[in-house]
């Protein structure tokens, strides 16, 4: 080999730059190697270590990106790509690498709840779990479709394991079967997106020497410089609507209400949240990056995710409102929450600079919303958490008044009642669709607000506010909920108090983001 290239390659490939991904992949062989070698009474440890493991790693990310905010010679780190173009750090990548982690570690604290009422073997699904939150941290940070690909298909297997992880149940079978055919068809469609664009960038006729057609840098300029041409828009279509389908908006988001629902809880959570979070950069990476082409704009990205967004508010609200069953409740939500965010990334593209930073400020309130109910969810679902049902709810501020409590911020969040986080983030998004014009689609967002509060509303009166001597609309065996321990209130207690406290304050959220 040549001794330039080589060492251009050995500069190229900084290791060092993604030692959290690296950390949790040892991690996650660690916890193999302890689940061989530790006794059956002392696997309880596994779970610890997971989740103690994940939460030095992200202290440390988050103390990393502190220092490189404030150190000068870190500035020409930001925005360049290394390992030959296939990865970028930016702190909108290091935003999205945050909320993953973070939404790992409380999944990991989740599932220890969990695995309290089901016998399943514990290692694995942890080791799965480390593995999907490194693929989706690295799928943030692609700036090249074959890494994004790759990244991509990581998470997506995983996550195919993970959905049907309670073998025992045929809700959860059945839901990673639809998944699995869903996924597959979903990543043909991506992939056979890419390829065309990389027909149109490879393309000999092209004018000018093109480095790598698969490079977001280089496949936007391709599309800036050659102006309208199909060919590309359809391979930019068939891409976003990949992406669509990983984030869950109509009309890809059948498979979400079964999977959702047969699916564990944690693994519902982790779809939820982290999924969604890096669903959303990926989509905010290609529509600011190699998308960007003012014709690519006005003629593919505004017009699909603008449909996208309204098609989405409309069903997940409401196909919502009749729904009893709270994993599904939460299921068609979430596509609610994806058309809302779409928003915010059409008013980027429309030139709202700030709006990108509004959309990761939607995914933290979201992800603390979430996360508080689904905290709560864990602990009151009995051994078959498929058929959690409101049922199972009436009097919950009776039985478990911090329970009840902490379901009532996290719902409230979500329905986007101040001066809870999910307010200010919906008053962000809707300002920025004001700013770049999209009128109607703040017209269809506020319906959609309006139409969520009946069902969050109508979840929080079944927690607090219906007796249990009151008839239910369902017979459901109701279990007494897990007891929370301290742990558990100091953790669920943290989410309340985050979620009111970005309610009130954001001025902890980085500049480089707003």
């Given at each position: ?481 897990i007891v929370p321990t301290g742990w558990t209130r100091l953790a669920l207690g943290l989410l309340a108090a985050a979620t009111l406290f970005v309610g009130l304050y954001q001025g902890f959220f980085p500049d480089s983001l707003k």
């Amino acid at each position: 080999m040549n001794p330039a290239i080589y060492q251009s390659i050995t500069d190229s490939n900084q290791w060092l730059m993604l030692w959290p991904e690296l950390s949790l992949g040892l991690l996650a062989v660690l916890l193999l190697g302890l689940d061989l070698q530790l006794k059956d009474n002392e696997r309880i440890l596994i779970p610890r270590v997971a989740m103690l493991g994940q939460l030095a790693i992200l202290i440390a990310l988050l103390g990393t990106i502190v220092y490189e905010s404030v150190d000068p010679v870190m500035e020409k780190v930001v925005g360049t790509t290394y390992f030959d173009g296939l990865i970028t750090f930016t702190p909108y990548g290091d935003a999205g690498r945050v909320l993953i982690l973070l939404a790992s570690v409380l999944v990991s604290y989740l599932a220890q709840i969990y695995f309290q009422r089901q016998a399943l073997p514990r290692a694995e699904f942890f080791h799965l779990q480390l593995v999907v939150t490194a693929a989706m941290m690295l799928l943030v940070q692609s700036a090249q479709f074959v890494m994004l690909f790759v990244a991509l298909e990581t998470v997506t297997v995983g996550f195919y394991i993970l959905v049907a992880y309670c073998r025992t149940s045929p809700w959860s079978l059945e839901a990673g079967l639809k998944y699995l055919i869903l996924g597959a068809l979903s990543s043909a469609i991506m992939l056979f997106g890419i390829v065309l664009l990389y027909g149109v960038a490879a393309a000999p006729s092209i004018h000018g020497q093109v480095h790598d057609a698969m490079s977001f840098v280089d496949l936007g300029r391709v599309l800036a410089r050659q102006g309208p041409n199909p060919l590309a828009a359809a391979g930019a279509a068939l891409v976003l609507c990949g992406v669509a389908f990983k984030i869950g908006v109509v009309p890809f988001q059948v498979w979400i209400p079964d999977v959702y629902q047969g699916a564990p809880t944690p693994t519902t959570a982790f779809l939820a949240v982290a999924s969604k979070a890096a669903g959303f950069m990926v989509l905010l990476n290609l529509a600011t990056g190699p998308f960007a082409a003012p014709w690519m704009v006005h003629q593919v990205l505004v017009p699909l995710l603008s449909t996208l967004a309204i098609l989405s508010i409309l069903y997940g609200n409401l196909a919502a409102l009749g729904q009893r069953n709270v994993k599904r409740v939460m299921g068609l939500s979430g596509i609610a929450h994806a058309g809302y965010m779409l928003i915010g990334v059409v008013a980027a593209v429309q030139g709202v600079s700030w709006a990108v930073g509004a959309v990761l400020f939607y995914l933290l309130t979201y992800l603390l919303g979430s996360m508080a109910v689904f905290g709560v969810m864990v602990h009151v679902a009995g051994p078959r958490d498929e058929l959690q049902e409101l049922d199972q709810y009436v009097d919950l501020g009776k039985r478990q008044p911090f329970l009840g409590g902490v379901l009532a911020v996290g719902l409230g969040s979500l329905a986007g009642i101040p001066p809870l986080a999910g307010f200010i983030g919906k008053l962000l998004l809707f300002y920025a669709a004001f700013q770049a014009h999209l009128y109607g689609l703040l017209a269809v967002s506020i319906i959609g607000v309006v139409i969520s509060i009946y069902y969050y509303f109508g979840w929080m009166r079944e927690a607090l506010f219906r007796q249990s001597n009151q008839p239910a609309l369902a017979a459901v065996p109701v279990e007494a909920p897990i007891v929370p321990t301290g742990w558990t209130r100091l953790a669920l207690g943290l989410l309340a108090a985050a979620t009111l406290f970005v309610g009130l304050y954001q001025g902890f959220f980085p500049d480089s983001l707003k």
